[in-house]
């Protein structure tokens, strides 16, 4: 068995065992990074990787258990990290090296990871594809790679789907983790507002969250253990002091779902397939699953608040980053987002907040006798390179409509593998949890992997 085969729990099992060295894994992983750089996964290889990795053998040997001690890991390029570029996928950001790390990344650092380098990711993370003018290819989901592993967080799934890395750090504003998990077959947890910190960043409206990207749902207990650290002074910090890796249901939940898209799109036969499929899995465990109405739509007063929303935080990003002499480096769809955000007023932004708080609790209000809801994941495959020309906005809605509403609610929410079709695409189904109540969105999903919903099934990348 090579040793990207063995999950990050195994990993740290074998480190901790001495039955590896954490130098011996790091430098398998390189290699593979090196081998597999068409597949866009990286934007920047961490020089002193294998440095870390002779360090993190010395304090292995010394007895340390820090709990990521001597694990690869890759950082998401919309994250600080001290003394390594950070460009959060802009050109005009390309020679940006932070002074300090994020708090998320201090957490992971502190823990022991060894950090390979940074994943990439789409401009300022505004689109559901990776793609930018830093890197020389997209990242593309390796069960088909002529097709975008989604976004922001493409690199992060297509290191984790390939086997370039054993887990993953991401970012989730609007389905960043959920849907690149979805086309990559992995395990994407977005967590609760405010369990996971967005230090330095501060806002009264974070539908933003850092967490994991990996194959099992226990290796993403495991790094969310790490993350769950909330930042003295923040808004919405609070900590779950049981952990996360018990993996325990103990008790029936009752589920709702729906598969409607709330556009103008029909719903893709494979994602119907993916919730029908799921809610007979769960129905099997005694879980108590019925189907509900869509409770809110993607009317047009909606659509264009999102926009807005994203605009005004892009546009915020780039004030504070992007010096005017760079400003022409940006990709177009950022400058399009850049001149609606001139337009808006004072006014504007806060008549938009206040319209996605009244969509998101249309769903809260909705579910409120349930525990948590299924969905699809996508509203179909991962699509191909180049399929976002034209109306990218509208696009991207109808593609990744089912995701957004859980991170305006603040809720957790996690896509799991369902299945991969007749053409090879894979396919994943989202569950949505009550808010602080991540423990037991976790111990379903591990419920769900134990009854084999998903089956192992790797890219033609993993056995090279």
């Known amino acids: 068995m090579s040793l990207h085969e063995l999950s990050a729990a195994q990993q740290l099992k074998a ?43 010395e304090r292995l040997a010394a007895g340390d258990r820090a709990p990521l001690l001597g694990l690869p890991l890759g950082i998401k390029d919309l994250a600080a990290t001290a003394g390594l570029r950070t460009t959060f996928g802009s050109a005009a950001l390309a020679e940006f090296v932070p002074p300090e790390d994020s708090w998320t990344v201090g957490l992971l650092r502190q823990a022991g990871a060894v950090f390979l380098g940074k994943t990439n990711t789409s401009e300022f ?28 967080s493409g690199g992060a799934a297509t290191a984790v789907a390939a086997g370039l890395l054993p887990v993953a750090h991401a970012s989730d504003g609007a389905g960043s983790i959920r849907t690149p998990a979805a086309t990559c077959h992995l395990v994407g947890m977005k967590p609760s507002r405010g369990l996971v910190s967005p230090a330095p960043a501060a806002s009264f409206l974070v539908a933003s969250t850092e967490g994991p990207m990996a194959r099992t749902v226990e290796d993403a207990a495991l790094l969310l253990d790490v993350m769950a650290s909330p930042a003295p002074g923040d808004l919405y910090g609070w900590r779950n002091e049981g952990g996360f890796t018990a993996l325990n249901l103990q008790r029936r939940l009752k589920i709702a779902m729906w598969t409607d898209t ?49 605009a005004y935080q892009v546009g915020a990003v780039t004030q504070m980053m992007v010096p005017l002499n760079r400003t022409h480096l940006l990709r177009p769809y950022t400058r399009r987002l850049l001149a609606i955000n001139e337009t808006l007023s004072a006014n504007d932004i806060v008549m938009a907040q206040a319209l996605l708080a009244r969509y998101a609790s249309a769903f809260l209000a909705a579910v409120d006798d349930y525990d948590v809801v299924l969905t699809p994941t996508t509203n179909g495959p991962p699509v191909p390179i180049g399929h976002y020309a034209g109306d ?9 409509c089912h995701t957004p509403w859980a991170n305006l609610a603040g809720v957790p929410a996690i896509s799991l593998p369902s299945h991969v079709d007749a053409d090879g695409l894979p396919h994943g189904v989202h569950l949505v949890g009550r808010n602080r109540r991540d423990s037991e969105l976790l111990a379903l999903a591990a419920q769900l992997e134990s009854a084999a919903l998903w089956d192992e099934v790797h890219p033609p990348s993993w056995h090279r």
């Open 262 to 310: 709330g556009t103008s799109e029909d719903t893709d036969p494979q994602a119907e397939l993916a919730v029908r499929r799921t809610a007979k899995t769960l129905e099997e465990l005694g879980h108590d699953v019925q189907e509900i109405p869509l409770p809110a739509r993607w009317d047009e007063p909606v659509s264009h608040a999102i926009l807005a929303w994203f």
């Open 15 to 57: 480190l901790r065992a001495k039955e590896i060295s954490s130098r011996e894994l790091t430098g398998h992983y390189l290699e593979r990074i090196g081998r597999h750089a068409d597949l866009g996964a990286f934007v920047t290889i961490d020089g002193s990787a294998l440095d870390q990795a002779a360090k993190a053998d």
């Open 125 to 152: 993370g505004a689109t559901c594809y990776t793609e930018n003018d830093v890197t020389p290819s997209p990242a593309v989901t390796p069960y088909a790679p002529t097709r975008y592993s989604s976004g922001s």
């Open 392 to 400: 990218e906005a509208d696009l991207m809605l109808k593609w990744s």
